[in-house]
């Protein structure tokens, strides 16, 4: 079987990865150590393929047919000695891509849930600091409008343009669809699909305060 020369299988050449946070705790010192990390969970799958947009589906389409063909051609092959004789099929081979689907599939449905979480983490971080940020914008545009605001009026100008086509996004008078209630091994990545047609009026709670003040104010 022909692998992939990114991955022979073997791991004695991937540096130890440490237990310890990032020495500098900074979030590229945790980016190198993460990335670092998904190298040596990659180099632990024998064979290892990366993503082929071209031709995922099909190889897709192929596993799904040989999930069934598979177990029925191990018994006609181990039960009928002519068949076995013949070296029609790799009874092996078909054992273990089986045992390896049952064995790895649980884990990618882990990952495909990392990522989502992952995604999550950062845009809430990102959120909370962007519902701040408007915060600061009320107060700017205050102060601006003050004797002494001369110097924070560009700022506010380029403020004010991002609150603008943040607003124009929006859907005035048109509530949120609720989210359909999702189960299942891949839930996160689904929800996170729902969460998405949602539009952008479905914001948290206090970032869509902190817009709707400024608003109320424009």
């Known amino acids: 079987m022909t692998t992939h020369p990114r991955n ?16 500098d705790g900074s979030a590229e010192a945790l980016a190198l150590k993460l990335v ?3 190298d040596q969970f990659e180099a632990l799958v024998p064979g290892f393929l990366p993503h082929d947009a071209t031709d995922i589906y099909r190889v897709a389409a192929a596993a799904r047919f040989g999930s069934d063909l598979i177990p029925p051609a191990i018994t006609a092959v181990t039960s009928f000695a002519p068949a076995a004789d013949r070296n029609v099929f790799d009874v092996d081979r078909g ?5 390896f689907r049952d064995a790895l599939r649980p884990v990618a449905h882990r990952l495909l849930a990392l990522h989502d979480g992952l995604e999550f983490t950062i845009d809430s971080r990102v959120a909370e600091a962007g519902t701040e940020a408007l915060q600061a914008y ?5 102060f601006a409008k003050s004797p002494n605001g001369a110097g924070m009026r560009p700022y ?17 008078g048109t509530p949120a669809p609720p989210t359909p209630p999702v189960q299942g091994f891949l839930a996160p990545s689904l929800a996170s699909a729902a969460a998405a047609a949602a539009g952008d009026d479905d914001l948290p709670d206090d970032f869509r305060k902190a817009l709707d003040a400024v608003s109320d104010e424009e």
């Open 36 to 38: 670092s990390l998904l």
């Open 8 to 23: 022979t299988g073997e791991t004695s050449a991937q540096p130890a990865a440490s237990d310890t946070a990032p020495a």
């Open 95 to 99: 054992k273990a891509a089986l045992l």
């Open 138 to 142: 009320a107060w700017a545009k205050a």
């Open 156 to 172: 506010v100008g380029e403020m004010s343009r991002v609150v603008k086509r943040a607003q124009n996004r929006r859907k005035p």
